[in-house]
């Protein structure tokens, strides 16, 4: 079957940086593009952006410029979400979604079971 | 951006009832809109995409309508599974935002 399934919960200091890791399976990786979405504590949904799994283009959501990068390994059919300079504010779920899209619409499934990251001294 | 509005933010039914959840966009945003189901502690999961189809494997009880820029999810008799926060996400155009979530409580 579909699925996504992220790395552990982390946690880290204030100015240290974390990597986020997605693993797909079920299905050919490079034939759907990858999400990601940040929810933090009793908060709602933020779109972070998205990550082109055929030609590794990443399109970034105001907000989360310049720290955030996602990038892939295709070999292991992986999504990762990096974030560097980590502030208490980055304390967060972080969510994978697979991208599906039909010629004029697109929603997001499945997900990934959300990976905690901890921002803390 | 595109600002998405559900109303209410919260709601108390109980089971058997039926429920709707109403979602606004700040412009036309077609049918590009989609329903989402988050329990807590879980992943959200995709009910309805495009604004009215049903997302394989979720009960018929769900169902969306809606086009431009107002849009409702109903759940037609509720169940005890159906407690949880439900989103609405536009996919119109870039950024694909979301409703700030509308939490469904146990009466």
């Known amino acids: 079957q579909v699925q996504l399934v992220q790395s552990g919960s982390e946690l880290k200091k204030p100015g240290a940086s974390v990597r986020v890791s997605c693993k797909a399976s079920?299905?050919?990786?490079?034939?759907?593009?990858m999400t990601w979405v940040r929810q933090a504590p009793g908060q709602g949904l933020e779109w972070m952006g998205w990550?082109?799994?055929?030609?590794?283009?990443?399109t970034y959501a105001q907000g989360f410029t310049g720290r955030f990068v996602f990038s892939l390994d295709t070999s292991v059919s992986t999504a990762h979400l990096q974030i560097s300079s980590l502030k208490a504010e980055d304390t967060a779920v972080y969510y994978c979604a697979r991208v599906v899209a039909t010629t004029l619409f697109h929603w997001f499934d499945p997900w990934g079971q959300g990976t905690l990251v901890t921002v803390s001294s | 951006d595109i600002q998405m509005t559900q109303s209410p933010s919260s709601l108390s039914a109980s089971v058997g009832d039926r429920v709707t959840i109403t979602c606004r966009a700040s412009?036309?945003?077609?049918?590009?809109l989609n329903w989402y189901q988050q329990k807590p502690g879980r992943a959200p999961q995709v009910l309805i995409y495009?604004?009215?189809s049903l997302q394989s494997g979720v009960p018929s009880r769900f169902s969306g309508s809606g086009s431009g820029t107002d849009f409702i999810l109903t759940i037609s008799s509720l169940q005890p599974e159906d407690f949880a926060t439900y989103y609405c996400?536009?996919?119109?155009?870039?950024?694909?935002?979301f409703g700030q979530g509308t939490n469904l409580e146990i009466k």
């Open positions: 079920g299905y050919t990786f490079t034939n759907y593009a």
């Open positions: 990550i082109n799994t055929n030609t590794g283009n990443p």
């Open positions: 412009q036309s945003i077609s049918s590009h």
């Open positions: 495009s604004a009215s």
């Open positions: 996400q536009q996919s119109y155009s870039i950024p694909y935002t």
